[in-house]
């Protein structure tokens, strides 16, 4: 196969990957709906940049690492899932408070917050390495050209950035909005539960595989 086929494939793959349900999209649409429409590019922005964490990690073979120790996985399992559950534990604390959303962000601090906020979420499920590591190990030559070496992160961001984006800007728009301002408390928790139990499901995966 050559190097554009090999491309088109990964990038078709993850597109597909990235459209499923998870935390990332729970984090994104929340916070493109509760605070900003830039606040929600900012996270989408963050997504991408997880992402060519994984896609860097996975050329690099990080997977092999993981798979020799073991224990290293189930402490990346464990932390990622301690991540999820203390983002689930705020957005719980926080269902009751009053929101006042502005499309402008409240200031030049929100978009840092919310990009941080995305990439520690994309880099906290040890599980998303494995399935960058599993895609490029089934679909990449033995020899791995330059080119492809250079265009696979690039590829990468584009599909979780793009995705994403699409995301925030659907749940930043008026409807959505207000929807979300009207129940703001049921949907809060249950975001909350739903993080947190991702969460808890990912630690006691690690811990049950020791």
Do not use: C
Request: glycine share 10%.
């Amino acid at each position: 196969m050559s190097s554009a086929g090999v491309f088109i494939s990964i990038m078709a793959a993850l597109t597909v990957g990235a459209m499923s349900p998870g935390p990332s999209f729970v984090v994104v649409s929340r916070i493109a709906i509760s605070r900003s429409r830039l606040d929600g590019l900012a996270a989408a922005l963050g997504m991408g940049a997880g992402g060519v964490v994984f896609a860097i990690l996975a050329l690099a073979g990080l997977t092999a690492l993981l798979s020799q120790f073991e224990w290293l996985y189930i402490l990346l399992k464990v932390a990622g899932g301690a991540y999820l559950i203390y983002i689930a534990v705020n957005i719980w604390r926080g269902a009751g408070e009053p929101l006042e959303v502005s499309d402008a962000g409240d200031s030049h601090r929100a978009p840092r917050r919310s990009f941080m906020t995305a990439l520690l979420t994309q880099l906290s499920n040890p599980k998303t390495i494995i399935v960058y590591a599993s895609l490029f190990a089934a679909l990449l030559p033995r020899t791995v050209p330059l080119d492809l070496m250079i265009a696979l992160p690039l590829g990468v961001f584009a599909v979780e950035a793009g995705w994403y984006s699409i995301v925030a800007l659907a749940f930043s728009a008026r409807h959505p909005r207000r929807l979300y301002l009207a129940a703001k408390s049921w949907i809060d928790w249950t975001a909350g539960a739903v993080m947190g139990g991702l969460g808890l499901r990912l630690i006691l995966s690690g811990l049950s595989a020791r």
